[in-house]
């Protein structure tokens, strides 16, 4: 490989147009800091555009819960703190996490890469979910939150006659587009930077993400619980 790296614009491009390409040079020279950092402010600045609708569609909903007055203006007040503080805290635990389980198994298959190529990796791996807020900001902007809240693009889509609230519908949901395409990513890069193949590292992390999801759907039969 020449000792020319892609700058930041072309590995964004390169990961959604030609994956291999974009995490055998994410691999080369791996990059962290200015990725992550813009990876968290364009998810502040869209969910900053979102705002005024979240607001109002959380308010309704905690009206809707019975809460009283006072404790709807206390949870207004801390509402976007604790969405800045929330991002600012949940993307780089996210990238942590996948890069620790990548890590896990390089160890396990005593392969080629160090944590810091794998945590890049992490980061580029979540450009489908940074398109998909994109849209949804759009979306919501458009059509308002509850409207936008009413679209699927999760394989329950297609569980047209089943219970909306049975555990296969609620599984399915976890099934998401944006999220799967993420996970494919994910295995694409970490396999790259290990130099093995796919095929071990997509079994072992679709293991985990399959009880991931299982635990999530079950959770979400109590969404307090989520």
């Known amino acids: 490989m020449e000792e020319t790296t ?32 813009v990876f968290i402010a364009i998810s502040l600045i869209l969910n900053v555009i979102m705002l005024p609708e979240t607001k109002a569609f959380t308010e309704q909903t905690l009206a809707a819960s019975g809460q009283s007055p006072e404790q709807i203006a ?17 993307l780089p635990m996210v ?12 160890q396990l298959v005593v392969g ?9 990796v992490a980061i580029f791996a979540g450009i489908p979910s940074l398109i ?20 699927n693009t999760s394989l329950a889509l297609f569980w047209v ?4 609230g049975s555990f296969v519908y609620r599984l399915l949901q976890q099934f998401e587009l944006f999220r799967i ?4 990513l994910l295995i694409l890069g970490g396999a790259i930077a290990m130099k093995k193949k796919p095929r071990g590292l997509a079994i072992y992390l679709g293991v985990l993400g399959i009880i991931y999801m ?3 759907a079950l959770l979400a039969k109590n969404p307090a619980l989520v």
């Open 6 to 37: 892609m700058s930041l614009a072309e590995r964004l491009r390169k990961v959604v147009t030609s994956p291999a390409q974009a995490f055998t040079d994410i691999a080369f020279h791996p990059t962290i800091l200015w990725p992550g950092l």
């Open 161 to 164: 006659n089943g219970d909306a």
């Open 214 to 216: 299982v635990i999530l």
């Open 112 to 120: 080629a890469a160090t944590f810091k190529q794998l945590f890049s």
């Open 132 to 151: 998909k807020s994109f849209i949804a900001t759009g979306l919501v902007k458009l059509i308002g939150f509850e409207a936008y809240m009413q679209i």
């Open 181 to 184: 395409w993420g996970f494919i």
């Open 74 to 90: 206390l949870a207004m007040k801390l509402f976007v703190p604790g969405a800045i503080i929330g991002i600012i805290v949940a």
């Open 95 to 106: 990238w942590l996490v996948e890069a620790g389980l990548l890590a896990l198994y390089n």
